[in-house]
């Protein structure tokens, strides 16, 4: 099998909302920012999307939000009137009555805020993609060959490419992280002090929220894959019902282990494969059904490489979404000096990637 043929599949393009170049959400006196959601199943199936209006500030923001798409897609709306209290958010739906799936599952979206009070407007670009998981079941073998039925999604980190596949069934949700990094740091026979590589992943029910304080409980499930010289394990983090006190704790990942994971972590070129299979019975609260979403992100841990990757920078977030409690530590993690994004994004569950 040439693994190589398989990765072509994959986009692999750097994608301008990616590493750093995507425009942050902009912010007038008011207070206000912009995001759009990620769509949850192709664009050609006609659904509706949604642009998130948050006000940050004190007085109530009363204006028109206005939202651009990709030419040749019709909206049933493209502008609408929109009401905000101070603290609150507001999500707009916009039905896309034709639209056509892009190879690179990449969508440019430009968003505009006009206040009734004659300001500036506030004005946003942005790239989303379909974020969904068909229904597959690949086997976890390290092999690429059962992994072209899903939706890939990629993004950029100081010039090195991160594509994440998801697929799901009844049993497990799957998923395939390939990383480009320059090499693969396993897990040291003993945890000690030293930064190993590692994809870390969240997935909580779409309603979630994370608590602002230590002293809340998580509402998320939390893993993380590593390499160890059996190939890798998957280790859980959190559960929710659990105090968030404890994601600040460095914690050892030996005797976090998630019995029942098939995990398989590869390594060819310059591109390491996290390969893993999760079981539903080790989160309870997601329940998996064609058209339902949730909530997934993840970090890719590239010691001595890149920074810390998070999907939360490519996926629209803000720096007011910054969340401590939003990640956990532990021994060996890649932790900057500002907190990851919170892990409350938008991903979906669909029948196949058509």
């Given amino acids: 099998m040439n693994r190589r043929i398989n990765v072509a599949l994959l986009p692999v393009l750097a994608m301008a909302f990616a ?27 006609g659904p509706v999307t949604h642009v998130l209006v948050r006000n940050l500030g004190g007085r109530t923001y009363k204006g028109r939000v206005t939202a651009k798409f990709p030419p040749g897609w019709k909206m049933n709306t493209v502008s609408q009137p929109v009401t905000v209290e101070p603290g609150k958010t507001e999500r707009l739906p916009f039905a896309i009555e034709r639209g056509t799936d892009a190879a690179d599952n990449a969508y440019p979206v430009e968003l505009s805020a006009t206040g009734d009070g004659g300001a500036e407007p506030v004005t946003r670009r ?34 090195k490419r991160t594509t994440v596949s998801t697929h799901w ?86 005797g976090l282990e998630l019995d029942g994971t098939a995990v398989s972590i590869t390594r060819e070129g310059g591109t390491t494969y996290y390969e893993a299979a999760i079981p539903f019975k080790a989160m309870p609260l997601i329940r998996p059904d064609p058209g339902r979403e949730l909530c997934f992100s993840l970090l890719v841990h590239d010691a001595g490489g890149t920074p810390l990757r998070d999907w939360g920078v490519p996926a629209g977030l803000s720096a007011t979404q910054r969340k401590r409690q939003a990640w956990c530590n532990w021994r060996g993690a890649t932790r900057p000096h500002t907190p990851p994004m919170d892990n409350k994004i938008e991903w979906g569950f669909c029948s196949s990637k058509y």
């Fill in 126 to 159: 942005q790239t989303i993609v379909c974020a969904s998981a068909p229904y597959g079941r690949p086997t976890v073998d390290g092999k690429l060959d059962d992994w072209s039925g899903a939706i890939p999604v990629t993004f950029t980190t100081a010039g």
């Fill in 19 to 45: 590493g750093g170049c995507e425009q942050p959400a902009a912010i007038d006196g008011a207070g206000i920012e912009l995001r759009a959601e990620h769509l949850t199943v192709s664009p050609s199936t």
């Fill in 169 to 254: 069934s009844r049993r497990a949700f799957s998923l395939l992280v390939a990383v480009e990094e320059d090499a693969l740091t396993p897990m040291p026979v003993g945890e000690g002090a030293s930064a190993f590589d590692a994809v870390q992943l969240a997935l909580s029910p779409r309603n979630a929220t994370t608590p602002a304080s230590a002293s809340g409980k998580a509402q998320r499930y939390e893993f993380v894959l590593a390499a160890t010289k059996l190939g890798g394990r998957c280790y859980q983090m959190m559960r929710p019902g659990r105090s968030v006190a404890v994601a600040a704790q460095a914690r050892a990942l030996t």
